[in-house]
């Protein structure tokens, strides 16, 4: 079946500094990523929509200085956490299609600390 | 705006029992309702998908039923095992392909031995 692969599963990092994570379609390709952030005992949130070779779509609140987005290639999204917040610490995750219509496919998403 | 709340927020049961988790939304005018399952840690795992036409889907034990109009869907679960404990996650898709899911918080199940 279809597989996202996400990376880090987990990483820490201090304040002010970035941190990048990647989001890989194996077996198949995705012109379309999605990226999903949940805090403790929150429901998960759409971030932003990631287009392969184009802009990404950030939801309402989000700022796209901040979490940036790349979908250079059909199989990896990347989000980087700029100048990274205690704030910031989070439970990311990505998902995507693997054809027109069918259900999303998830990452086991990547849990973010900052110190 | 779409909300979506589930009910319980956690549930304690034991082995061999069935259970019903449920799953409101407020805005009827969707495309479809997913049940997912989320292990400490881990992505979601999709279980049951139900199209806005559709009244139930069945997957083994589960069983997902949606009732549009009052903006409910229930998980059925029957003779619930250990390895079913996770966290029970509802989200409904508004757009048709639109990909955008409204998710609730999760139902936990732990399921004693």
């Known amino acids: 079946g279809a597989v996202v692969s996400q990376h880090p599963s987990w990483v820490i990092c201090k304040s002010g500094t970035s941190v990048k994570i990647e989001c890989r379609s194996l077996?198949?390709?995705?012109?379309?990523m999605f990226w999903y952030r949940q805090f403790p005992k929150q429901s998960l949130m759409l971030m932003a929509t990631s287009n392969e070779g184009s802009k990404a779509t950030y939801e309402q609140g989000v700022e796209k200085d901040k979490f940036l987005i790349n979908h250079a290639s059909l199989t990896l999204s990347t989000l980087t956490v700029t100048s990274a917040h205690p704030e910031d610490s989070s439970f990311y995750i990505c998902?995507?299609?693997?054809?027109?219509?069918?259900?999303?496919?998830f990452g086991n998403g990547t849990r973010l600390t900052v110190t | 705006k779409q909300e979506v709340t589930q009910i319980p927020a956690a549930l304690s049961v034991p082995e061999g029992e069935n259970l019903v988790l449920n799953c409101s939304f407020t805005d009827s005018a969707i495309y479809n309702l997913q049940w997912f399952r989320q292990d400490p840690g881990k992505g979601l795992t999709s279980l049951l998908l139900i199209q806005s036409s559709q009244r139930e889907q069945t997957s083994g034990r589960l069983n997902a039923s949606l009732d549009k109009s009052s903006g409910r869907s229930t998980l059925y679960i029957a003779a619930s095992q250990p390895g079913d404990s996770a966290t029970y996650l509802c989200a409904v898709e508004v757009g048709a392909g639109s990909y955008q899911l409204t998710f609730g918080k999760g139902t936990k199940l732990s399921v004693i031995p």
């Open positions: 998902s995507a299609p693997d054809r027109l219509n069918s259900p999303l496919h």
């Open positions: 077996d198949f390709q995705a012109t379309t």
